[in-house]
Structures are given as structure tokens and as C-alpha cells.
């Protein structure tokens, strides 16, 4: 079982570095395909089979899709790809990296934004009556507002959508 | 109770994906035997009796055809297009019950490749992945026709699969299971979803002919348009395999129609009850039960092929977009409420 976390964990990591050295766009989210499959399959050796099938179902075979279906669409060049937009000083990547990684590191190890630590031991999901519904609980209760705010997140999206495709009309 | 050893999984792995695999080169046929007699013709009959042996002539020729990669395609993604679409295809048949559980001393032996408790979401999930094999293709072999062909295939998948995944949802919620071993227990004794949920039923069959890319939703191939769509540029096996992909995932939906809303291997109860079957007998009698279902699915994805003109693309569109979404939310909410109310 180990082993299979390691292979997977690598490929996701490597695909991952592929992602961002590729100069062929669709190249790229092909790789970007691949890291997200990789993570379904930890997902799964995590035990967490409804998330693992989720993004799978929704991250590569949607989400992914219509990135390369844009790509596609616009049938981008390669060699016309690398246009020179903005040179920020490196040290300012570097200072937004740290911070990235500094307040990643702050939520996964205080869990002071939800006040609740959102896991549960296999026991307890097979007490509640399985992955999903633990899970549905979870998210209906503790993390409702979460969750709809995230809903809100998403519908902002739509309506950007939907007002930058009607301009051109 | 414990499961069958090893050896014993890895047989049934192997019988499953046989007959699974066969069935591509049987309905290619089908196809052409079925389509003559609609065309009032004979269709292949020299081959073999009944010119069964057609698509094994149809295969050695493609396999001996010249291995050819067109100018300034990008070669690894061309080789690797068909490769994903056959993957997908024989991947998404794993979870499809075949029979209800055997027992053999004492261990238990499901009859399909993997029982998991997310059955439905897996075939969803991989189904979904079938589309990067058309598009990969159509990309990759620096034609204009296969690209407008991969692009229709991107954005005509992407709608349906809306549409299939909320028929689902109603069905799931209705059964209130996503295991499909358990879908198929709760329909026993002609409880068949079908007639729970046949608003479902109507939308899973129209998405699934969309998904499966045929005629009347044929736009990623479109010969009169676009040559031969996605796969202009492909010859030989590398065309085969596509080939095979295309009629696998017909059997994959019409298994997934019959697990759904008709009873899955229930139908031939009467028959084991006469000859007072043992357990594997009764196994045979389900898994039959089950494979004439199939069939006559097949059947129906043939003759509505043989029937029906070509949609627009503006009119596939449209109809995923504007109708059919629209009726797949609101079953959803009907069917969520008569749950909440208590009504079913």
C-alpha cells in the first residue's frame, strides 16, 4: 500500500513540474490532467472514495476539458505563446511564495479558520453510516457556511461569465 | 464474509474482460447484418456462417495496414489518443454487476470486476474521462477537420454528461444507494426503476445516445461535414481502436441502462424456480436475464442509428442546454421532495 502512495505521490509531483515547464499550452493541462487523476488515486488510498470520484468526475473531466477545449478553440502557437507582458523583481515571487506557504501552514496546523477539525477516524464513518454521509452531515452542519459561501463564490463566476460573453454580442 | 482468493479474481478478471472485449467485434456484426435488413439488403454473409467471421477479416486487415503518422503531428499524443479512449471504455465496465453474489464454500464471489460502495460516481467519473481520447485525437493530427471534430466531441460530451449525471442523481437519491449491486437488490420482483423514475430514464437514454457520439449525435465524426471528424487522419488499428472504443462504451450504457431502471439480472426468478437451480445455475439464469436486456439495448442504439438523420449542431446544443437540463433539474427537485414528503 505504501508504495503505491510514493508512486502516486511522485507522478503527481513530476506531472505537476511538467505542467509548468511545458511551452505547449495543451500540453500542459494535459500533464495538469494527469496531477489531478494522481490526486484522485491518493484520494482513494486515503480511504476517501466519494472525494476521490468527485474530482475525478468534476476537476478532470470537466474542469480540465474546457480549459483544453479553450485552448484548442483559440489553437494558441507555441512559439507566439512566450510574449514578454511583466518583469516583476524576482524577490517579490519569493516573498508571495513564503506567505503562500506560511498561511497554508497556519490553517492546516491551528485549523483556526472552521474551529473544527474536519476528519473523522474510519470508525467513526463506519458508525455514521458510511463515507457519504458523514460526509453530507459534516458539510450541512459544521460547514454550511462554507459551503454556501462557496456556492456564492461560484455564482459570481456564472454572472462574470455570462456579462463578458454578451459584450461582444 | 471473506472474499475469493487471488488466483480465483484474477480468472474471473480475465472471463469478464473476454466476453466484454468480444462484444465489440459481435455488434460490429450486428451492425452491418442489421443495418442491411433496415436497408432491406443482406449485409456481410460470405464470411463464416452467417458471416460471423467478418470482423475477425475486418481486424487482420486494419492490423496489417501500414503504420502511418501524418506530417507535423505531434507524434506521442497521436499514438496516444486511441490508446485513452480504449482505456477508458474497458476501465468504466468494472463495476457492472453481472449476477447477484455467489457463494462457494463459505467465500463469496461477486460477479463483476470490483464491488465498490461508489459504483455509480466511478462510472460517471471514468466515463467522463472518455472524452480526452477524441480530443487528444482530433488535435494532435494537425488537421482542420479532426479539430473541428474533437472541439464538437469537447463541448457535445461536456452537455450531455450535465444531463446524465443529474439523471443519476434523481435515481441515486430514489435508491438512496450509490452501490450498484444494491440499486439492483432494491429492484427485485419487477420493481424495476423504470417505472419509479421514468422521467430519468428518458434523459440517461437520450444523454447516452449524445454520449456515445452516433447518429442522431454523430457531429464529432459528421462525414457529410467533416470527412470523418476526429479521426480523419487515423489508419489501421490506431482507427480500430477507436472503433472498438465507440461500440465498448455502447455496451458500458446500455449495461448501465439495464443496471439502473430494469432490473439488472432479475428476469428469468421464474425460470430457476422451475428447474429448481443450484446456485450457479441461478447465476447463469440471472447473468442471462441480464445479457438479453443488454441486447436488446444494443439493438435499439442500432436501429436508432439506421433511423434517424444527423441533429444540427446549433439543435444538439440547444437541446442539451435549453431542454433537457432544465427537465433533469427539476425531476431532481420532484423527486427530492416526494422523498422528503414520504410519498416514495
Known amino acids: ?42 484520494f482513494i488510498l486515503l480511504e476517501a472514495y466519494f472525494i476521490a470520484a468527485v474530482q475525478v ?28 507582458y511583466f518583469h516583476p523583481p524576482q524577490i517579490l515571487a519569493v516573498i508571495s511564495t513564503l506567505l503562500l506557504f506560511g498561511f497554508l501552514t497556519f490553517i492546516f496546523m491551528t485549523n483556526k479558520i472552521t474551529g473544527d477539525k474536519g476528519f473523522d477516524l474510519p470508525a467513526h464513518i463506519d458508525q455514521g453510516g458510511g463515507h457519504l454521509k458523514v460526509m453530507s452531515l459534516k458539510l450541512f452542519t459544521t460547514f454550511l457556511l462554507a459551503f454556501e459561501v462557496t456556492s456564492l463564490l461560484l455564482l459570481v463566476a456564472i454572472v462574470g461569465a455570462v456579462v463578458l460573453a454578451k459584450r461582444k454580442v | 464474509m471473506e472474499s475469493i482468493p487471488l488466483s480465483w479474481q484474477l480468472i474471473k478478471i480475465g472471463v469478464i474482460l473476454f466476453l466484454f472485449i468480444n462484444m465489440a467485434p459481435f455488434l460490429v456484426w450486428w451492425e452491418r447484418r442489421a443495418c442491411a435488413f433496415i436497408q432491406d439488403r443482406l449485409g456481410p454473409n460470405r464470411v463464416g456462417p452467417l458471416g460471423l467471421l467478418q470482423p475477425v477479416a475486418d481486424g487482420i486487415k486494419l492490423i ?30 468494472a463495476v457492472i454487476p453481472l449476477a447477484a453474489p455467489i457463494e462457494i464454500d463459505g467465500k463469496i464471489l461477486y460477479p463483476q470486476i470490483a464491488n465498490l460502495n461508489i459504483g455509480m460516481l466511478y462510472v460517471l467519473a471514468i ?19 479532426s479539430l473541428l471534430g474533437g472541439l464538437r466531441a469537447s463541448s457535445q460530451m461536456i452537455s450531455y454528461e450535465l444531463t446524465m449525471g443529474m439523471a443519476v442523481a434523481s435515481v441515486v437519491l430514489f435508491f438512496g444507494t450509490f452501490d450498484l449491486q444494491k440499486i439492483v437488490e432494491t429492484q427485485s420482483g419487477m420493481a424495476w ?5 421514468p422521467v430519468s430514464f428518458f434523459l440517461f437514454l437520450v444523454a447516452a445516445l449524445a454520449e456515445s457520439n452516433r447518429v442522431p449525435f454523430d457531429l464529432p465524426e459528421g462525414e457529410t461535414e467533416l470527412v470523418a471528424g476526429y479521426h480523419t487522419e487515423y489508419g489501421g488499428m490506431k482507427f480500430g481502436s477507436f472503433f472498438f472504443a465507440e461500440y465498448l462504451n455502447i455496451v458500458t ?22 428447474v429448481d437451480a443450484g446456485p450457479i ?35 444538439v446544443m440547444r437541446l442539451g442546454w435549453k431542454v433537457l437540463l432544465p427537465i433533469a433539474i427539476g425531476n431532481i427537485l420532484v423527486t427530492a421532495f416526494l422523498i422528503y414528503w414520504g410519498v416514495i
Do not use: H
Open chain 2, 193 to 197: 426503476g423504470v417505472l419509479f423514475q
Open chain 1, 1 to 42: 500500500m505504501n508504495w503505491f502512495v510514493y508512486g502516486f505521490a511522485a507522478l503527481s509531483i513530476a506531472s505537476a513540474l511538467m505542467v509548468v515547464t511545458r511551452k505547449n499550452p495543451i500540453i500542459s493541462a494535459l500533464y495538469l490532467s494527469l496531477t489531478l487523476f494522481c490526486l484522485a488515486a491518493l
Open chain 2, 127 to 145: 466515463s467522463s474521462l472518455g472524452v480526452y481520447g477524441i480530443m487528444v485525437g482530433g488535435w494532435s493530427s494537425n488537421n482542420k477537420y
Open chain 1, 57 to 84: 468526475l468534476v476537476y478532470a473531466g470537466a474542469v480540465m476539458v474546457l480549459f483544453i477545449f479553450v485552448i484548442m478553440l483559440l489553437n494558441l502557437d507555441p512559439e507566439k505563446m512566450i510574449v514578454e
Open chain 2, 64 to 93: 496489417f495496414k501500414e503504420e502511418f503518422f501524418p506530417a507535423r503531428a505531434n507524434k506521442a499524443l497521436y499514438f496516444l489518443a486511441p490508446c485513452l479512449s480504449l482505456f477508458v471504455s474497458l476501465f468504466v465496465f
Open chain 2, 253 to 274: 450504457l446500455s449495461a448501465m441502462m439495464v443496471t439502473l431502471f430494469f432490473g439488472g439480472y432479475f428476469g428469468l426468478g421464474w425460470l430457476s424456480k422451475i
Open chain 2, 281 to 315: 445455475l441461478n447465476a447463469i439464469f440471472q447473468f442471462s436475464a441480464f445479457s438479453i436486456k443488454v441486447l436488446s439495448f444494443l439493438f435499439f442504439f442500432i436501429w436508432v442509428r439506421w433511423t434517424f438523420p444527423r441533429f444540427r449542431y446549433d439543435q
